[in-house]
């Protein structure tokens, strides 16, 4: 357990429609990044969140969303869904703005059918 | 723009052999960090090594270690006495001084043969 919480594991939902993924940092990491991982590909940096305020953005297409609440848990709402966006997406967490190495969750696995 | 590449899409060793996987970069910055970053079949991200571009010594951390040239633009990563376990994707990623992306390679996926 690395300490960065995903939730749900799996997803599985149709086309047009709108899902949130759900990212708890490990405890004391304030920022947090969410990035996507498509099939046999390497990852794509979406966006990235620190102590509730957006610090960076990425190729994060704008039927995407993201938000980090008080508690410093994230969440990211992808909408009107594409069979493109099948992916696995992954959080991240790091205590400052990543100077150290960054702890990754076990990822949401988005498949859009 | 910031570029990672990772030439070798796939490897395959003996366990107990030692392995190299390539790594290099492309950045006009002088300050900036590097990863190698594991992901077994379970899916999870493990941070393997880190090393940062104003240290001179490369990093190791047991069976893993580093060959940092940085006039070449080049991170190889070395395992040592490979395990079964060492069986994954490895990912070589970037990260300028000044922004907390992480920027990734394609990855190289690494099989090792009992």
């Known amino acids: 357990d690395s300490g960065v919480t995903q939730t749900p594991k799996h997803l599985i939902t149709a086309t047009g429609q709108r899902v949130t993924l759900r990212c708890s940092p490990r405890?004391?990491?304030?920022?947090v990044y969410w990035y996507q991982q498509s099939l046999d590909q390497g990852l794509q940096f979406l966006i990235q969140y620190y102590n509730g305020e957006e610090r960076a953005k990425g190729n994060i297409l704008e039927r995407f969303s993201a938000q980090q609440f008080p508690d410093l848990h994230s969440e990211l709402n992808l909408s009107s869904l594409e069979l493109g966006d099948s992916a696995l997406y992954f959080c991240?967490?790091?205590?400052?703005?990543?100077?150290?190495?960054?702890?990754f969750g076990s990822g949401t696995r988005l498949t859009v059918v | 723009a910031q570029t990672v590449t990772q030439s070798q899409p796939e490897m395959s060793v003996q366990e107990a052999e030692t392995v190299t996987l390539s790594c290099t970069y492309d950045?006009?910055?002088?300050?900036?960090?590097l990863f190698w970053y594991k992901q077994p079949p379970s899916r999870q991200m493990i941070l393997v090594i880190r090393q940062e571009a104003y240290k001179q010594q490369n990093a190791t951390e047991n069976r893993f270690s580093v060959n940092f040239q940085k006039a070449a633009k080049s991170f190889s990563l070395k395992i040592s006495d490979s395990q079964l376990g060492d069986t994954a994707m490895y990912f070589c990623?970037?990260?300028?001084?000044?922004?907390?992306?992480?920027?990734w390679g394609a990855g190289t996926k690494l099989i090792i043969k009992p």
């Open positions: 991240a967490s790091s205590v400052v703005q990543g100077n150290g190495g960054y702890t």
């Open positions: 405890s004391g990491d304030l920022s």
């Open positions: 990623a970037f990260r300028m001084d000044s922004n907390y992306q992480l920027i």
């Open positions: 950045t006009s910055e002088s300050n900036y960090y």
